[in-house]
């Protein structure tokens, strides 16, 4: 009963921690999920490495990629170009895994566009103040970034309504089997099981007409 993957968009103010969430939802299911790498111009922070939190590229490479066809979707974030390369993703569909994209929501709603069947998943921190404490506690950015992002984060509160799921991360290990529930949910549903359906149907009718 093999099936084709669904395609997951996490988005979440910078800071939400969806990182870490994904991080931890591959750890815990490595069969299930894939974690689509995505490609930007803007510099690594301390502890990043090419290939696997990005695949840190130039403006000029960047700019390769578009017209080339090869991303599934890009926007410009706070400066910086980042964009979703097409091959792994579908490769990883194929295969059976879910892809989850863990983008922003310019980006979110042209996968949808692309792909009317993917998943849209917002994630949050409780309230507005963990969100800027957290930013602050990471220490990678300077206040002018951070300052940007809680702007960008207040933008992003306006196109919450266009997701289909909204998962608030308190306590991680329950975000992360929320996660995770939704979209093992999400493989019941009628529409994503048609070819099953059919078979079924096949077989039974065989039964009937053999009575
Ligand atoms: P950060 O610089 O904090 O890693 O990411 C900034 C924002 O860019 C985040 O909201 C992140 O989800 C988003 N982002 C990361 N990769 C992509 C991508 O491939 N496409 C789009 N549209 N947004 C991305």
Request: aromatic share 10%; proline share 3%.
């Amino acid at each position: 009963m093999d099936k084709k993957g669904i395609l997951v968009v996490v988005s979440g103010f910078s800071g939400a921690g969806k990182g870490t969430i994904m991080k931890r939802l591959l750890a815990d299911y490595p069969d299930h999920y894939a974690l689509s790498i995505s490609a930007t111009t803007r510099e690594p922070r301390p502890g990043e490495s090419h290939g696997r939190e990005y695949f840190f590229v130039s403006q000029a490479e960047f700019e390769e990629m578009i017209e080339k066809d090869a991303l599934i979707e890009y926007a410009r974030y706070v400066d910086n170009y980042y964009g979703t390369p097409k091959d792994y993703v579908h490769r990883q569909l194929e295969a059976g895994r879910d892809v989850i994209l863990e983008i922003e929501i310019q980006g979110a709603l042209k996968v949808k566009a692309a792909y009317p069947d993917t998943l849209l998943m917002f994630v949050s921190p409780p309230n507005a103040e963990e969100l800027r404490e957290r930013l602050v506690n990471r220490g990678t950015e300077d206040a002018a970034t951070i300052a940007s992002r809680l702007k960008r984060a207040w933008q992003e509160a306006q196109g919450v309504e266009q997701y289909d799921y909204f998962v608030i991360n308190d306590i991680l290990e329950e975000c992360v089997q929320e996660v995770h529930h939704i979209i093992r949910n999400e493989h019941a549903r009628v529409a994503r099981n048609h070819a099953v359906i059919e078979n079924i149907r096949a077989q039974l009718k065989g039964f009937a007409e053999g009575e």
